[in-house]
């Protein structure tokens, strides 16, 4: 290797390394703001707020024995509604029934609290997490960009292109689509054994089933992009050696 071409190889090395690092990013943030974290709250407050309210307000109504079930029920949302809401919005809900009470009482009044809790350490809101993924996946598909056309222009040749993004691409998809199937893998056991010290076992099954739902759309999609991407890279590296060998007429 000659000392002029030394430059022109760290030069490459940093612009790969750019790209390992902000093209998952564009692809992670780009999911998130599809998917949306407000959306996925919700979800997987819905699933445990519904079955944890669902099975409390029948053990309650069970002990007792003056009312019965459909009376006991509508008392106890009337009663409870006042807790979250106002009385025009309570009125009638214990007629409506229990899940209109938690997807129109519950729901709205416990992810409005989520939103507004703080992230750890940061400034950062639960609420503002959607925006902040929308700003991120701009920067890192700039950044991309940048470093691909940079790249591109360093290279030159198209065999030399081929080959080097190509190999970029696969090392992006495939510990991308690895790691999405080893957290897709892991999640449901993950999820339970954290939750095991915080509730009882029914409670535990139902916050790891709404947790896992509402993850696994985004790994799933994170898994396909990146088989994917490894796909088309180890497509185009096959390319630049068999339109760009030494023996083909495209062979720059």
């Given at each position: 290797?000659?000392?002029?071409?030394?430059?022109?190889?760290?030069?490459?090395?940093?612009?790969?390394?750019?790209?390992?690092?902000?093209?998952?990013?564009?692809?992670?943030?780009?999911?998130?703001?599809?998917?949306?974290?407000?959306?996925?709250?919700?979800?997987?407050?819905?699933?445990?707020?519904?079955?944890?309210?669902?099975?409390?307000?029948?053990?309650?109504?069970?002990?007792?024995?003056?009312?019965?079930?459909?009376?006991?029920?509508?008392?106890?949302?009337?009663?409870?509604?006042?807790?979250?809401?106002?009385?025009?919005?309570c009125s009638g809900v214990g007629a409506k029934g229990k899940d209109y009470f938690v997807n129109n009482i519950l729901?709205?009044?416990?992810?409005?609290?989520?939103?507004?809790?703080?992230?750890?350490?940061?400034?950062?809101?639960?609420?503002?997490?959607?925006?902040?993924?929308?700003?991120?996946?701009?920067?890192?598909?700039?950044?991309?960009?940048?470093?691909?056309?940079?790249?591109?222009?360093?290279?030159?040749?198209?065999?030399?292109?081929?080959?080097?993004?190509?190999?970029?691409?696969?090392?992006?998809?495939?510990?991308?689509?690895?790691?999405?199937?080893?957290?897709?893998?892991?999640?449901?056991?993950?999820?339970?054994?954290?939750?095991?010290?915080?509730?009882?076992?029914?409670?535990?099954?139902?916050?790891?089933?709404?947790?896992?739902?509402?993850?696994?759309?985004?790994?799933?999609?994170?898994?396909?992009?990146?088989?994917?991407?490894?796909?088309?890279?180890?497509?185009?590296?096959?390319?630049?050696?068999?339109?760009?060998?030494?023996?083909?007429?495209?062979?720059?």
């Amino acid at each position: 290797m000659s000392s002029k071409e030394i430059p022109k190889k760290l030069i490459l090395a940093v612009l790969s390394v750019v790209f390992f690092t902000f093209a998952p990013l564009a692809i992670n943030a780009y999911l998130i703001t599809q998917i949306g974290v407000k959306n996925t709250i919700t979800g997987i407050m819905e699933g445990v707020a519904g079955k944890t309210f669902a099975t409390g307000l029948k053990e309650t109504c069970d002990r007792q024995n003056v009312l019965t079930y459909p009376e006991c029920e509508a008392l106890a949302l009337d009663q409870l509604c006042l807790q979250y809401a106002g009385e025009a919005s309570c009125s009638g809900v214990g007629a409506k029934g229990k899940d209109y009470f938690v997807n129109n009482i519950l729901l709205p009044d416990a992810v409005s609290k989520i939103n507004e809790m703080q992230i750890p350490n940061t400034s950062v809101k639960v609420g503002e997490l959607d925006a902040l993924a929308g700003n991120l996946f701009v920067i890192s598909v700039a950044m991309t960009l940048i470093s691909v056309i940079l790249m591109i222009m360093m290279i030159a040749t198209p065999k030399g292109v081929l080959k080097t993004m190509g190999s970029n691409i696969v090392l992006v998809g495939l510990p991308m689509s690895a790691l999405a199937y080893a957290a897709n893998s892991a999640l449901p056991s993950a999820v339970s054994k954290m939750a095991g010290g915080l509730a009882d076992q029914q409670t535990t099954e139902i916050l790891t089933s709404a947790v896992v739902s509402g993850i696994k759309p985004f790994l799933d999609a994170q898994m396909q992009i990146g088989v994917v991407l490894t796909i088309l890279g180890l497509v185009a590296v096959a390319s630049s050696g068999i339109f760009f060998g030494e023996k083909k007429f495209l062979r720059k």
